[in-house]
């Protein structure tokens, strides 16, 4: 059984910090593409970061320099390093896989990040 578990999120001060996690199970985690996306009330979910297969990164403008992906395929995990947090990036953050060879898609079920003035 596929599963993208988030883990990491609540509520924390302007400009603190907060770590998600996704653990993966089920899928054959080398070979995703993953990628953090963010939602908000009334509004579509957005990109936040994508890490490749290979490891390449890419990110929204509104959180470069402030945002780090990564991966660890050992641990089929997938990170997102949020530093200097802003009230705009409250939402609920949810972890997405995508297979390089059969396109699937998968989602996690969301984890909210609640980032307080």
């Known amino acids: 059984q596929v599963q993208l578990v988030e883990s990491g999120g609540g509520l924390v001060q302007v400009g603190g910090s907060l770590r998600l996690s996704c653990r993966a199970s089920?899928?054959?985690?080398?070979?995703?593409?993953m990628a953090w996306y963010r939602q908000t009330p009334g509004k579509e979910r957005e990109l936040v970061a994508a890490?490749?297969?290979?490891?390449?990164?890419n990110y929204a403008d509104s959180v470069k320099g402030r945002f780090t992906i990564s991966r660890d395929n050992a641990k089929n995990t997938v990170y997102l390093e949020m530093n200097s947090l802003k009230p705009e990036d409250t939402a609920v953050y949810y972890c997405?896989?995508?297979?390089?060879?059969?396109?699937?898609?998968?989602w996690g079920q969301g984890t909210q990040v609640t980032v307080s003035s």
């Open positions: 997405n896989a995508h297979d390089i060879y059969t396109h699937s898609i998968r």
């Open positions: 890490i490749t297969s290979g490891g390449s990164t």
């Open positions: 089920g899928i054959i985690f080398r070979n995703k593409d």
